[in-house]
């Protein structure tokens, strides 16, 4: 698959499908999506030790969380996306192994990710707070990384759009519209994603109180990806009426955690009125 060229209205381009999209490195052969997310991986788990360190978390549990997160989010991601392309799959008899191969979503990795990591947390009676929050700060940053290999692999791809920066896909697996101008929606998301983690990371580091960074980055990362939707041009991920199934999620995390805050601020209230 050849790379995107991006142009705007004058024709100017800045990049031109000359280069590969496979690489290759130490003598193993890579796609940039896959280095993307492999690097994305690799950032946020610097990211996440350094911040344990500072807050003396050995890094045995820094890394072994990890790889109770890492399992859930596969599973999670892998699941959802079988759900939302589960029309697809039926309509064009698509092989089990390459449902295998490929096809995740963010927000079933995410949610995944969270089981797997409060597993971890309590099958070793650890703090939650200080866990979630510090996942809180490094996933945005290695988020960003993955959105820039979706911009190369050419899924998540935005609206159509004739205008200053638009993309071209020369070449394309799956859906990807050949020969259409695109809005680079997964750009977009990635710049949304390294600005939450910059603002997280100003929280983690000044803020005192437990628990703020992560209703913070559960707040607004669904905020961000509701809007962005909008902008999406892959419809086949599955639309339910007017909204995507993101943007179903994106709500569903927003209310339910209002809704936990509030009996959590109640029950707060509730003891000290006691207590008085």
């Known amino acids: 698959m050849s790379l995107p060229y991006i142009s705007s209205e004058a024709g100017f381009t800045l990049l031109r499908g000359i280069m590969s999209n496979n690489i290759s490195f130490l003598g193993i052969e890579l796609t940039l999506y896959g280095l993307f997310f492999y690097s994305g991986i690799i950032s946020s788990v610097i990211i996440g030790s350094l911040l344990a360190k500072n807050k003396g978390i050995p890094l045995f549990d820094i890394f072994a969380s990890c790889a109770y997160t890492m399992i859930g989010a596969i599973i999670g991601s892998k699941l959802l996306f079988i759900l939302v392309s589960l029309k697809q799959i039926i309509t064009f008899k698509i092989p089990f192994i390459n449902l295998i191969k490929g096809g995740f979503v963010f927000y079933g990795g995410l949610l995944g990710g969270i089981l797997g990591l409060y597993i971890y947390l309590k099958q070793y009676k650890l703090s939650k707070s200080d866990f979630f929050d510090i996942y809180a700060v490094a996933l945005p940053f290695g988020h960003a990384f993955g959105r820039i290999g979706c911009f190369f692999a050419g899924c998540c791809y935005g609206v159509e759009y004739n205008g200053p920066f638009s993309v071209t896909y020369t070449e394309s697996y799956g859906m990807t519209p050949v020969g259409v101008p695109l809005l680079p929606i997964q750009i977009l998301e ?87």
């Open 190 to 276: 990635a710049f949304c994603l390294v600005w939450i983690f910059a603002l997280l990371l100003i929280i983690y580091l000044t803020c005192n109180k437990k628990g703020v960074t992560s209703v913070v980055y559960l707040y607004l990362y669904p905020a961000v990806r509701f809007i962005l939707e909008f902008l999406r041009g892959d419809k086949e991920r599955g639309i339910l009426r007017f909204l995507s199934f993101s943007q179903i999620i994106s709500l569903f995390l927003i209310i339910s955690l209002t809704i936990f805050l509030i009996k959590k601020s109640n029950e707060i209230f509730d003891d000290e009125q006691y207590k008085r």
